[in-house]
């Protein structure tokens, strides 16, 4: 089949810009990656007293500075396929690159902060132009979900760190449910299908498909109207339950052998299990608010981001769905420093947490930098 003049014109400009700013992927998993693995480290470092920094700069870089570069990285990537139309790459990229990179250094240094405020709405503004001008209904509800997490950035600055950052969290869960509903039992069966199970199915009951993404945003308003509640936690355990009844047709224990896949099992459990987490602290059970968020943030989002940026990388890069030892132990790191927090919330555990975390995100900057600066192995533009 002939290309049509846009898809070689895309082609032509993949191959005049630098490999980094090929794809979006590319520039947004690794600068991901790398904040994931220094900004963890500063907080550590501040909690001693060392640096000038707070818990609500912490909470903010972790789900508005590396979530939001993951986020990008996907988007960025996702979209074209979704609606048929070139990527952004390029200057354009780059442009987004350095606004995402002013925002963290006007969130370290205090000087210009307003600065962090425009790289959300402007990701938001390109992934509507795309989803919204090719009608691409199904996910009408993204940009829309960007534009809240814009919109939840600014109420941080506007002064209600806390509040923001809870509601950001649970946006960046919705997500999770919608993409990940989709996403984990679709690889999931294509890849069991091809290691010895060809008639395997694997399945998300269609009531708790229906019902996973509301669900979740109910809980979030819930938080918004009555933050720490019995109704945000009723509504959460509710979450939970729908959650994890979706999960039963999956063939989770089937993908032990796979870690490409189990990674993102993994990582989604941690959604109903974060959760219940929250459903629980809510209704007085002992636990506190910090740690749930912890489930959600360091659990569900951190292992999530894991798991797609390093099987979205190999498969833009042309290579096997076969991830390498030091990507599995980074698996490794990230889960058990997500759980030692959620486990240990305190002292010396906080800094162990933080330091494994951090070290898995290194392990997988380390791991995927050729991947992410060298061209494709098929010769393919991106």
Not at 364 to 380: N, Q, S, V
Request: hydrophobic share 60%.
């Amino acid at each position: 089949m002939t290309p049509t003049p846009v898809a070689q014109g895309a082609a032509m400009q993949a191959r005049r810009s630098p490999i980094l700013l090929a794809s979006g992927h590319r520039l947004f998993f690794l600068a991901a990656a790398l904040w994931a693995s220094a900004a963890m480290p500063l907080w550590l470092i501040a909690i001693e007293g060392w640096l000038p920094l707070t818990s609500a700069w912490h909470g903010h870089e972790m789900l508005f500075g590396f979530a939001g570069a993951a986020l990008a990285g996907f988007l960025l990537t996702a979209v074209p396929n979704w609606t048929g139309r070139p990527p952004v790459r390029g200057l354009p990229l780059a442009g987004l690159g350095l606004v995402w990179l002013a925002g963290r250094v006007a969130m370290i240094s205090g000087v210009f902060v307003w600065l962090d405020l425009l790289f959300l709405p402007l990701l938001a503004i390109v992934v509507a132009i795309a989803v919204v001008g090719a009608r691409n209904a199904r996910n009408y509800p993204v940009p829309g979900m960007v534009f809240g997490l814009a919109a939840l950035n600014a109420w941080y600055h506007l002064g209600e760190p806390s509040r923001a950052l809870w509601a950001a969290a649970l946006v960046l869960a919705s997500l999770i449910a919608l993409i990940g509903g989709r996403i984990v039992p679709l690889f999931t069966q294509n890849a069991l299908r091809a290691n010895g199970w060809p008639q395997i199915t694997c399945f998300t009951p269609g009531h708790a498909q229906r019902l996973a993404v509301p669900s979740v945003m109910l809980v979030l308003v819930a938080d918004l109207v009555c933050q720490s509640s019995p109704a945000r936690g009723i509504t959460a355990l509710a979450a939970a339950g729908i959650l994890f009844y979706g999960m039963r047709g999956w063939q989770s224990w089937r993908t032990r052998a796979l870690p490409i896949v189990w990674i993102l099992h993994v990582g989604y459990v941690w959604l109903p299990l974060g959760l219940a987490l929250v459903g629980f602290a809510d209704l007085g059970a002992g636990i506190a608010s910090s740690t749930a968020l912890h489930a959600l943030s360091a659990n569900a989002i951190g292992i999530m981001i894991l798991a797609v940026a390093s099987r979205a990388a190999l498969g833009h890069s042309g290579r096997p769905l076969v991830v390498s030892k030091l990507t599995v132990a980074a698996y490794g790191f990230v889960i058990a420093g997500g759980l030692v927090r959620v486990l240990f919330p305190f002292g010396a555990g906080i800094v162990l947490a933080g330091l494994l975390w951090s070290l898995g995100y290194a392990l997988f900057a380390f791991d995927y930098w050729p991947i992410l600066t060298r061209p494709r192995i098929d010769g393919r533009p991106g």
